[in-house]
């Protein structure tokens, strides 16, 4: 389908569950994102990209949110935050132009992952440069990201792992939200809590990359770099405290079973 109409690209790539889906879909997304995401897959479909394609803008510009931002300024922040804009518009539209070219692919799936693995690391380091102040691979802010960055990915393997461990055991994926309720009252009262409050989503990029440009818009005001480094710090242990957390989580619900 090279030359599909927007109504087709609606309701073959993004049909009503894939905006309904409770984990895989971006707040972001859904407020505004895949209200724009059908124009930009009608396009992509005209000019014959490939989901992969796409799925390797999406990676180009979240990787290159993460470098842009290790060279600090009020400058870099906004460049940083708008490229995050463009990787969620793409990540978008490339599951939609598969599902619309009927391309979808475990392959497709597998780089998509990847990506947010990548562009998750690449700003947390990112972060970690610009709140040393120099382009540097030493020093301790240096390795507060790196730190953050690698707690990060094993918050996202946990949960991937799931898919894995489940698959081995020959169960079928769980996306229902009762899976995802720990049996214990305590850690379920918690979970709710942390649901609400939304700290976890500071480490994620599109969240993260808001709260970079807020951060130099504070250091540009007063001169120095306390809000980054204060929001480096709260990165590192957000992540370090989420890293536990959920594992903890997902062994006391459902999703093993």
């Known amino acids: 389908m090279t030359r599909p109409s927007l ?7 993004q049909p009503r569950w894939v905006v309904d889906r409770v984990n895989d879909e971006h707040l972001f997304g859904r407020l505004y994102m895949r209200k724009v995401s059908p124009r930009a897959t009608w396009l992509l479909a005209r000019m014959g990209w490939s989901p992969n394609a796409v799925t390797l803008a999406f990676i180009a ?4 949110a993460g470098v842009v931002i290790a060279f600090g ?24 132009l598969a599902r619309l070219t ?10 998509d992952r990847v990506g947010h693995y990548l562009c998750e690391s690449a700003m947390l380091i990112g972060l970690g440069v610009r ?14 990201g790196l730190a953050a960055a690698v707690l990060a990915c094993l918050i996202k393997a946990e949960t991937d792992n799931v898919i894995i461990a489940r ?37 994620q990029q599109i969240e993260l990359s808001v709260l970079v440009l807020l951060a130099a818009i504070a250091d540009a005001a007063r001169g120095g770099l306390l809000a980054t480094r ?3 710090i709260a990165c590192l242990i957000v992540a370090a405290l989420m890293v536990v957390a959920h594992l903890a989580a997902i062994m006391a619900s459902r999703r093993l079973s």
């Open 230 to 232: 204060v929001l480096l």
């Open 131 to 144: 709140a040393q102040g120099e382009l540097t691979i030493a020093g301790k802010y240096v390795t507060a």
């Open 167 to 203: 698959a081995v055991q020959g169960l079928p994926a769980a996306h229902d939200n009762e899976s995802l309720q720990p049996r214990a009252a305590g850690l379920a009262a918690a979970r709710r809590a942390a649901s609400v409050l939304k700290v976890h989503r500071i480490i």
């Open 73 to 96: 300024g009020l400058a870099t922040a906004i460049v940083a935050a708008v490229l995050v804009q463009l990787a969620l518009l793409f990540d978008c539209s490339d599951g939609e």
């Open 102 to 111: 009927r391309r979808t692919s475990a392959g497709g799936i597998y780089l």
């Open 61 to 64: 510009c979240g990787v290159a």
């Open 7 to 13: 109504s087709e690209v609606k309701s073959e790539g």
